[in-house]
């Protein structure tokens, strides 16, 4: 079965994991710092959940990158 997203996209969702646990966080710490839920944080690194682009400005704040880290 193929994967509903591209192979650059999945790049992007490992980034963004592996961004967080360098960091130190967990799903629960990144979601309170973003003012969200748990579920918010899993559900983007599980693919299920697109991510904005305010919403990436947020993340690479907290996981202290640059946005362009998570788009090379």
């Given at each position: 079965?193929r994967?509903l997203?591209?192979?650059?996209?999945?790049?992007?969702?490992?980034?963004?994991?592996?961004?967080?646990?360098?960091?130190?966080?967990?799903?629960?710490?990144?979601?309170?710092?973003?003012?969200?839920p748990?579920?918010?944080?899993?559900?983007?690194?599980?693919?299920?959940?697109r991510?904005?682009?305010?919403?990436?400005?947020?993340?690479?704040?907290?996981?202290?990158?640059r946005i362009?880290?998570?788009?090379a």
């Amino acid at each position: 079965m193929r994967s509903l997203h591209s192979a650059r996209y999945r790049r992007f969702v490992r980034r963004l994991r592996e961004a967080r646990k360098r960091a130190g966080l967990t799903q629960v710490d990144a979601a309170r710092a973003v003012g969200q839920p748990q579920s918010f944080i899993a559900k983007i690194e599980a693919g299920q959940r697109r991510v904005d682009v305010i919403e990436l400005q947020d993340l690479a704040r907290i996981y202290r990158k640059r946005i362009s880290f998570f788009l090379a």
